[in-house]
């Protein structure tokens, strides 16, 4: 059982680019969430959506998209790359809101 | 947002102490959960709290979800060194729809 799929694990972007970070997952939850961590700190909510068609900001949205097209997957776009967004992105899933969330491992961005 | 104050914020101890952290909020939760994140990572579910009272082990973990149900405390009892991580608390606000709110972690040492 595969889970939570990220890709990719590490990124080392310029200044003004784009990526899409890839989200997965094979339980068929509702409801996909994006974070960030900064290096000592905790996780900061991007973006969630509780079902296809269905998203919506979270704490920290400025600089990020999102598109929910199937259950499945969850992507997340960076359209210009900037400093402030080098940090470790994690994506999770749940049945809902009060279940417990399933995380990816994360994938480790880098911005110069 | 709601706010979860997790504390400590950091512990180094001897293999085979016991260690004890808590996370408290200002606001009543619905549901209190408990996260450990190794080193490159995701947070992984460790112990899941759905009533006030309730008290929850798993293995060397103990969890309670607190009377009040504005805190829960974590225990883990003889520690080893693979218990090193970072142990986050998770809270469903009492609101209706409400997302899980994240603490800022515990970063937990130990040393052999």
């Known amino acids: 059982n595969a889970g939570v799929t990220q890709t990719p694990k590490f990124r080392i972007l310029k200044i003004g680019q784009s990526m899409t970070l890839q989200c997965t997952q094979d339980?068929?939850?509702?409801?996909m969430y994006w974070y960030r961590q900064d290096p000592g700190m905790g996780l900061k909510l991007i973006y969630y959506?509780?079902?296809?068609?269905?998203?919506d900001k979270g704490e920290v949205p400025n600089g990020y998209n999102v598109s929910r097209s199937t259950t499945e997957d969850f992507p997340l776009r960076l359209e210009l790359a900037a400093p402030s967004q080098t940090s470790v992105y994690f994506c999770?899933?749940?049945?809902?809101?009060?279940?417990?969330?399933?995380f990816g491992s994360g994938t480790r961005l880098t911005v110069v | 947002g709601q706010q979860l104050n997790q504390s400590p914020q950091s512990m180094f101890i001897q293999e085979g102490e016991d260690v004890s952290m808590n996370c408290t909020s200002s606001?009543?939760?619905?549901?209190w959960l408990w996260y450990k994140q190794d080193p490159g990572e995701g947070p992984v579910l460790l112990i899941a709290?759905?009533?006030?009272?309730e008290l929850t082990s798993n293995g060397r973990l103990t969890a309670q979800f607190g009377i009040t149900r504005k805190d829960s405390f974590l225990n883990i009892s003889a520690s080893i060194p693979s218990d090193v991580g970072i142990y986050f608390c998770?809270?469903?606000?009492?609101?209706?729809?409400?997302?899980?709110?994240f603490g800022e972690g515990t970063q937990l040492t130990v040393n052999p």
């Open positions: 999770a899933s749940s049945w809902d809101f009060q279940g417990g969330y399933t």
């Open positions: 339980m068929n939850h509702n409801y």
């Open positions: 959506s509780v079902g296809a068609g269905i998203t």
């Open positions: 606001s009543i939760f619905n549901t």
């Open positions: 709290l759905y009533k006030a009272g």
């Open positions: 998770a809270g469903q606000p009492e609101t209706s729809g409400s997302r899980l709110t």
